[in-house]
């Protein structure tokens, strides 16, 4: 009879399991989806930080050697993004604006508005409004740049909310625990109610308290490591997914941080396994603890 006791909860009501595994891997999948979100939300900002186009307008009647001066000093900047750094004819410009617009052929042919450019890309720690300010005086100290421009409301509103990125992530991340934390104790707390009287008719024969809960933490924690390795599957086969449909998104920086994917992959299933493990030790006991009139 012990060994039927010890093993009860690997043979009887599967189903309760099975939806235990499946409800603890859906809730640990949405969590590491927004681990992955924290954890990388600084390197996506600078992704984005650093496709902000700075553009220096060059004079008319500039040299070719100017130009390739100015561009090969640039390039040894150390705020410019690695060949990021280009040089944009004004008649490239102008085919280019005729396409974008759908201009016809004589539009801009008479007079052409535009001038030849200097694009370049800035290493995101640069992209500040003062950097920005200082870098653009100390390029146009060069006689045959006309104007440097950038889209400074942009760069404004990637600093002024990165701070609040932050606070609003730290919250919505203590919310979701709690959540997760409670959903799971739930799930588990009704796949064990079917089994409060089991408990209790073993406490009633003899059984210690250890006896009894050693087979269900074990069941608790191979639920918690199935439940964490099935939400992983989920979570990379999401991630797979938006990056193939929305390459834009570059959720292509989760997959390249393998240290950062394994560091989420290892907390889904200890975490997994501690909830798990946790939540049945607390239902169990909370049975045993209970009279039998009350089980009712």
Known sequence: MSKSLGTY???????????????????????????????????????????????????????????????????????????????????????????????????????????????????????????????????????????????????DQINDNLSKIGYVALILGFFFIIVAVVLIHNTIRLAMYSNRFVIKNMQLVGATWSFITKPYLIKGILNGLWSGIIGIVLLLVLVFLINIQFPDLRLDIWLEDVLGLILVMVGLILSGIFICFTSTYFVVNKYLKMRLDDLY
Do not use: C
């Open 9 to 155: 909860p690997s043979n009887k009501n599967n189903p309760s399991y099975i939806y235990v595994i499946l409800s603890v891997s859906l809730v640990l999948f949405l969590l590491g989806f927004f681990g992955l979100f924290i954890l990388h939300a600084p390197k996506w900002i600078e992704v984005y930080k650093e496709q902000v186009n700075v553009m220096v307008e060059i004079k008319e009647e500039t040299s070719a050697e100017q130009i390739s001066e100015l561009t090969n000093s640039l390039e040894k900047e150390p705020y410019i993004k690695s060949e990021s750094v280009k040089f944009v004819s004004k008649e490239k410009i102008a085919e280019e604006m005729k396409e974008e617009l759908g201009a016809s052929e004589n539009t801009l042919d008479v007079m052409n508005p535009f001038y030849d450019m200097v694009h370049f890309n800035m290493i995101a720690s640069f992209m500040q409004s003062d950097s920005l300010k200082i870098i653009r005086e100390n390029i146009m100290e060069n006689d045959f740049v006309k104007d440097v421009f950038y889209q400074e409301i942009l760069v």
